[in-house]
C-alpha cells in the first residue's frame, strides 16, 4: 500500500482566514513532502521534513507555515493568502531522505482557492 | 544547476499508434531519475524510477530507459485510458541535499 491521504479535497478561503491542510501516511515513511503546483506546471518543492524536524525550506512566505506532529501526520497552516496562492498542493513522502530509492509517493492534493 | 526538459509538450495519438515521449535532463550527481503519471487535478502516480544508463523497466504498454542524458517512456499501442500527463523527475545531489527536480511534462492524449 503506497497511500498518502491528504484532507480536505478542496478548500476555499478568503485572504483573512486560517486554515490548515493535512495530511497522512501509514507506511513508516520518514520523510514527508509539501509542494505547490500551478495549472499546467510542474510541481514545485515547499518544505520537506526528516525524521519529524524540518529539513528544507524552500524560501517560503511566512503565510505558509508547515507543522509534523508525529511521523505519520503533516500539516501545513494557511494564513493571510493572496489569491496568487490558490494552487493545488500536494503532500508526498518516502522512506527516507537520501539515497536512489527512496521514492516519493505523492497524495491526491488539495485544491485551493483563495478570494 | 539542475535541469528537466521534456519533449513534445503534448502528443496526440490515434488508439494503437506507439509513440515515444523524451526527457533530457542535466544534475549533479544523479540519484534517480522518475517517471510519474498525473491525471487532471490529482497527485502525480510513481511509474518507473531508473538509477543508471543502460537500465530499462516495463510495465504493462510502458517501457522506459535510460541513458547518460536523457530518458524514453515508450509507449506501445496506447489505449484512451493511457491519457494523461506524463512528469519526468531527477533527484541530484547539491547543497548537501537531494531534492526531486521536475520537467514540464508530456500531456498525452489518446483517441479512440
New interface residues.
Given amino acids: 500500500d ?1 497511500e ?1 491521504t ?1 484532507t480536505p479535497k478542496h478548500l476555499v478561503m478568503g485572504m483573512t482566514n486560517k486554515k490548515s491542510l493535512k495530511c497522512e501516511q501509514h507506511m513508516g515513511h520518514r520523510a514527508m513532502y509539501w509542494y505547490k503546483q500551478k495549472a499546467k ?3 514545485e ?1 515547499m518544505f ?1 521534513y526528516s525524521y519529524e524536524k524540518l ?2 525550506n524552500e524560501s517560503v512566505p511566512s503565510r505558509f507555515s508547515p507543522e509534523c506532529p508525529n511521523s505519520s501526520l503533516l500539516n501545513l497552516h494557511l494564513h493571510a493568502l493572496q489569491p496568487e496562492d490558490s494552487a ?1 498542493y ?1 503532500c ?1 513522502s518516502s522512506p527516507g ?5 527512496n ?7 488539495t ?1 485551493l482557492s483563495v478570494l | 544547476e539542475d535541469q528537466v526538459t521534456q519533449s513534445p509538450e503534448a502528443l496526440r495519438l490515434q488508439e494503437g499508434e506507439s509513440s515515444s515521449l523524451n526527457c533530457s535532463y542535466t544534475v549533479s550527481g544523479l540519484r534517480g531519475l522518475f517517471w510519474y503519471r498525473q491525471d487532471p487535478g490529482k497527485g502525480p502516480e510513481f511509474l518507473f524510477t531508473l538509477y543508471s544508463a543502460g537500465e530499462e523497466k516495463e510495465k504493462e504498454r510502458l517501457k522506459a530507459t535510460l541513458t547518460k542524458k536523457e530518458s524514453f517512456l515508450h509507449i506501445t499501442a496506447p489505449k484512451p485510458e493511457d491519457s494523461a500527463t506524463y512528469l519526468c523527475a531527477v533527484r541530484g545531489f547539491q547543497g548537501g541535499s537531494e531534492k526531486l527536480v521536475f520537467g514540464k511534462g508530456t500531456k498525452l492524449t489518446v483517441n479512440p
Avoid at chain 1, 521514492?103 to 492534493?109: D, K, L, P, T, V
Wanted: aromatic fraction near 8%; proline fraction near 8%.
Fill in positions: 503506497t498518502v491528504q506546471k510542474p510541481p518543492l520537506v529539513s528544507i493545488l500536494l508526498a531522505l537520501l539515497g536512489a530509492k521514492i516519493q509517493y505523492f497524495g491526491a492534493g485544491r
